[in-house]
């Protein structure tokens, strides 16, 4: 791979969506930053911060975790740290001094500048649903492996819909393409696709690295401008409980080396993969978290990182996993006061446990959702079209996710709570008076159509209307407009010459194999 700075052309265009000339298939709210304007629930009292921080830095100093990665082991070695057959005991006070290294707030950058996303501080992003093996739509009415196509069309819906700020992880696994050189396909579909900012998995060497590669083509940018700022992010998950395995850590270093951004992610359900007491999968969860970037930081200090928290319960009459429960809200907020307390940007998600898009679906889901808002959460993972607990997409469960996300977008809107004299509107009043209605005023007439947040799936006629037009349920006017998005999508520009870079690329790795999987 050559390693020459050169420049070139960058790519991208504006955020607007390119079908400028043409009627939108729905009324959707513009791009923008959402800025979360609430104060954070915080179920804890200050003493219960302290008491899960210092049960997390218990478990790091007296009980360890495991790195099932030589080149991890053999730099907290070199920290200073207790490496004894690949369990890690590390003190406090380095890891305190490590995570305050880490920046609160950060900003990555796709190849469309226009996309740019804020890293932390009060803003709240939201990404689509994230590595599925199964899919399932309306016009097959039952779960079905995932391919290509269907990847494609999640990545399009990514695309289409503003209130989507990232494009993480395959939006369903695509089996139909091989394992070796899958990740090359499904990146080429969504650099092309999209212009928001992508995702890599952390799953061995070749994948990371091509990536990056390709990311970086696909921006129009030289390695040291590629290296000099994020311009994509890995998510990694420990393997609870309390171990982080090898291309998941490999992965994140090659990143933290070249200025990309990572997450970290640990996936704890009480009662199975921690502690059945919430605290007690808070406080593994954080510990797990807080080894794995305090690596980071001692390698790379100031790299861009993000403490993630996907804690939750299983039923416990199963072992299956639940999502959306009181419990994975609770958990969600109590992060969010240790994410606070250490100055480190959060991520969360936007989960259930529901087979179909059905009200448990979007109970669950608006939950979640919900919980992240109430965290201070920055980064909502799998925030549109999950369903299953993470083993099914769905486009038409992303279409109704995309109406709750609207909504918590439109909630945060400033003039929602402006009190200027024309928003508290006493004259308004004085000139309805008590007998009168406000439908014909002027004051009204002026502000009617972008008064109050309209919706793109939601059916809002009484039971007789809706009947009259047929009686159609959510999920099936959801079907209906996806199909309608895909049939007219058109994808952001790309320099025809950064395409052909792009394609060249993909072909010559595919030539050389691609990438193990055998890891």
């Known amino acids: 791979m050559d390693d020459t700075p050169t420049k070139r052309r960058r790519a991208g265009g504006r955020a607007a969506n390119p079908r400028r000339n043409r009627p939108e298939v729905i009324s959707q709210s513009p791009w923008r930053i959402p800025i979360n304007t609430d104060a954070p629930i915080e179920p804890l009292s200050p003493e219960g911060v302290e008491a899960i921080h210092e049960g997390a830095m218990r478990i790091l100093e007296e009980i360890g975790i495991v790195f099932l990665n030589e080149e991890a082991c053999a730099i907290f070695a070199e920290a200073g740290c207790i490496v004894e057959d690949q369990v890690v005991r590390m003190g406090r006070d380095w890891v305190m001094e490590m995570v305050a290294k880490a920046p609160s707030e950060f900003t990555i950058t796709p190849r469309n500048p226009a996309r740019a996303l804020p890293i932390g501080g009060k ?7 994230s590595s599925p093996p199964n899919y399932w739509d309306l016009s097959l009415g039952s779960k079905v492996p995932g391919n290509r196509e269907q990847c494609a069309n999640l990545l399009k819906l990514t695309q289409y819909f503003n ?76 393997t609870s409980p309390l171990k982080h395995d090898w291309p998941m850590i ?58 993630g928290t996907f804690t939750s319960n299983v039923d416990m009459k199963s072992g299956a996993p639940a999502f959306g429960t009181p419990e994975y809200m609770r958990a969600t907020q109590m992060t969010g006061q240790l994410a606070r307390r250490y100055g480190l940007p959060l991520r969360a998600s936007g989960a259930c446990t529901a087979n179909v898009p059905d009200g448990q679906a979007m109970w669950e889901t608006s939950n979640s959702l919900w919980s992240a808002v109430q965290s201070g959460t920055n980064i909502v993972y799998h925030a549109a079209g999950w369903l299953e607990g993470g083993l099914v997409a769905s486009p038409e469960k992303f279409i109704m996710d995309c109406e709750v996300i609207q909504m918590i977008q439109r909630y945060f809107e400033p003039d929602v709570v402006a009190t200027s004299p024309d928003d508290i509107a006493v004259d308004a009043i004085a000139e309805v008076g008590h007998y009168g209605h406000f439908f014909g005023i002027e004051h009204t007439q002026a502000r009617y159509e972008t008064a109050f947040y309209q919706p793109i799936v939601s059916d809002w006629s009484n039971f007789e209307a809706w009947q009259a037009k047929g009686g159609v349920w959510t999920a099936e006017r959801a079907h209906t407009t996806f199909h309608r998005i895909i049939d007219s999508f058109e994808p952001p520009p790309m320099a025809p010459s950064i395409r052909e870079e792009l394609e060249a690329f993909v072909a010559r790795r595919k030539a050389e194999g691609g990438a193990p999987t055998d890891f």
Do not use: W
């Open 123 to 129: 803003a709240i992003l939201f990404g689509n649903v």
């Open 163 to 238: 209130c989507i700020h990232f494009a993480g992880g395959y939006p369903v696994e695509p089996v139909d393409l091989h394992p070796a050189t899958r990740h090359l396909d499904v990146l080429f579909d969504k650099l092309t696709l999209t212009d928001k900012v992508p995702h890599a998995y952390s799953l061995g060497p070749e994948r990371v690295e091509d990536v990056m590669e390709m990311v970086r083509i696909a921006a129009g940018l030289s390695h040291e401008e590629f290296e000099s700022a994020p311009h994509m992010y890995t998510n990694i998950n420990s």
């Open 250 to 307: 490999d992965g994140c270093l090659r990143c933290i080396r070249r200025g990309q951004a990572v997450i970290v992610s640990p996936f704890t359900l009480a009662g199975a993969m921690a502690p059945v007491t919430m605290a007690g999968a808070v406080a593994q969860s954080i510990a797990e978290a807080l080894a794995a970037i305090a690596l980071f930081q001692y390698v790379r200090p100031g790299c861009p990182c993000v403490i």
